[in-house]
């Protein structure tokens, strides 16, 4: 099969979207690179195209030439014998439109399938099937409560209720903040709840291809100015992101049980990484991601190196995985 490296998108994530992708074709250099513009269209690149984009979570990449249209793109990838390598976060890429058009093709690609990937990705529903498997989760917090809330907790969280990346993500510390959550809410769902102080953790579960599945060391996240938005993740070089975290044992131990068991409870495949709040009253579950950034300084990737498994490793066991399950499907 050919490998090939789809990645950009038409939602606010195709920014990261090419960083992964830069990381993906240094793994894996033989690979085809195809874009997805945000016009809906896929256009093939070339690696010094890819790879001289100097500021990609910030400017937007251009592919320099003319694309075809995105279903005539997997029609190709199906009549070629392609496997793809998504290098896609947020959108169509995460929600399960896309991986639905490509098992309805009978394509290969990483990561999760459609209905895994669409229970994922809405916040809600994640917290709902974790905590059928045991994983503690937070109580939500109806729109019409907000102020009610506001006034018992003292400070609330609200992000949207099916995006990454913290895209959206507002910290209510103030009456003025009810505002701003009301008005984003009329254009998008939010997913509101108490805020919960504590260290932020991530951990990644990974399914290998003889269909083992293993929880991977922990990470820790120290937001570079008190808050892991967009600009903490990507911008700032004072974030500090320690793997494997200094939890206790019983902690580290508690987090890859609980990421093994919201891996298995939103039936993810191939690979996930699922977010906490290590607080003094426990673990809290904040959300799954089936398709985690892979770029050179994302959190999937330092749990990887932790582990001692070697990236390109990594990325050629997944696409075998996606072969077999096609084949299974078949």
Known sequence: MRITILFGGTNKERLVSVASAQALHRALPEADLWFWHVADTVHDVKSETLLNHQRPFEDEFDPGNRGIAFEAALDKAKAEDRVLVL????????????????????????????????????????????????????????????????????????????????????????????????????????????????TEATCGVLERSDGTIMALPPVEIIPGEGAFDYTAKYLLKSTQEICPGRFSPAITAALMDQAHRAHRALSCSGYSRSDFIVSAKGLVYLETNTLPGLTAASLYPKALKAQGIDFSDFLRDQIVLAEKRVDRRG
Do not use: W
């Open 87 to 198: 290098g896609l976060h947020g959108g169509r890429a995460e929600n399960g439109e896309l991986q639905a058009m490509c098992e309805l093709r009978g394509i290969p690609f990483t990561g999760s399938g459609s209905a895994s990937s669409n229970l994922a990705f809405d916040k809600t529903a994640a917290k709902r099937f974790a905590a059928i498997a045991g994983v503690e989760t937070p109580v939500g917090i109806a729109l019409d409560d907000i102020d009610a809330a506001f006034a018992e907790y003292g400070k609330l969280i609200a992000k949207p209720a099916r995006d990454g990346s913290s895209y959206g993500l507002i910290f209510v510390n103030a009456r003025q903040d009810l505002v701003a959550v009301r008005n984003a809410a009329k254009t998008e769902d939010y997913l509101i709840e108490a805020f919960v102080s504590g």
